[in-house]
């Protein structure tokens, strides 16, 4: 079975800090998704990384896909208030159909 | 639409009622999918759909729930009796292909349906 741990769980920090999160699996993924979900909202796609060692950036949020697609990272730099919500790391299923989410971190950022 | 839909927004069922949520994809999508997530949860997978095709329904925790999309547009998942365990919030998504995973294959979900059995 193809599981995707999230960590930390929950995460606050105050505005201007930078934060990390992790998304690791014992299994490879083809590719490796992230989603920000607000409360009341569905998830929204942020990044897809495909490649191994592969690293995106999308404004403040760097993505990287680890070498061996088991693990990837999310990092914020200089976090705002706005960037508060679930995070969730996504992978592909055992069919082409599937996608199996991590738990999510929780993130707060204090103003 | 411009989004996904999904109504109602909310539902409160007493146990042993059954439920049926509608799920307005995007216009021109092939494929939708029904998840379930539990508070404090990830997403689960329940059932995918392309066209009017059931393709997968492996995710179905039991023989309770059943999902359809007739002419492969609107989708409608019933949850027959009712049990307190399916307390969740019901997330659909459509995409414009089946396969997941892929770079081009974004899922688009909408606000979701939260149940809560009583």
């Known amino acids: 079975t193809q599981l995707l741990e999230q960590s930390p769980q929950f995460l606050s920090i105050q505005e201007g800090e930078n934060l990390t999160v992790y998304c690791n699996s014992s299994?490879?993924?083809?590719?490796l998704q992230w989603y920000r979900q607000e409360p009341g909202e569905g998830p929204v796609l942020l990044v897809t990384?495909?490649?191994?060692?592969e690293v995106k950036k999308l404004k403040r949020l760097t993505f990287q896909f680890g070498d061996a697609r088991k693990d990837s990272s999310l990092h914020i730099t200089a976090a705002q208030p706005g960037d508060t919500g679930l995070y969730l790391c996504?992978?592909?299923?055992?069919?082409?159909?599937?996608?199996?989410f991590g738990s999510g971190t929780r993130l707060s950022i204090r103003p | 639409g411009a989004g996904v839909s999904q109504s109602p927004r909310y539902k409160v069922a007493k146990r042993g009622q059954d439920v049926a949520l509608r799920c307005d994809p995007i216009?021109?999508?092939?494929?939708l999918f029904w998840y379930q997530q539990a508070l404090g949860q990830g997403p689960e997978f329940l059932t995918y759909?392309?066209?009017?095709?059931?393709?997968?329904k492996s995710g179905l925790p039991s023989d309770r729930f059943f999902a359809e999309r007739p002419e492969g547009s609107v989708s409608t998942l019933k949850i027959q009796r009712t049990q307190q365990e399916d307390s969740a919030v019901y997330l659909c998504?459509?995409?414009?292909?089946?396969?997941?995973?892929?770079?081009?294959?974004?899922?688009?979900f909408g606000p979701g349906t939260r149940l809560t059995v009583l």
């Open positions: 998504a459509s995409s414009w292909s089946g396969t997941s995973g892929r770079a081009t294959d974004t899922q688009y």
């Open positions: 299994s490879v993924f083809s590719s």
């Open positions: 990384v495909v490649t191994g060692g």
């Open positions: 996504a992978g592909g299923g055992s069919s082409a159909s599937k996608i199996i």
């Open positions: 216009s021109g999508h092939v494929s």
């Open positions: 759909f392309q066209n009017e095709a059931q393709l997968d």
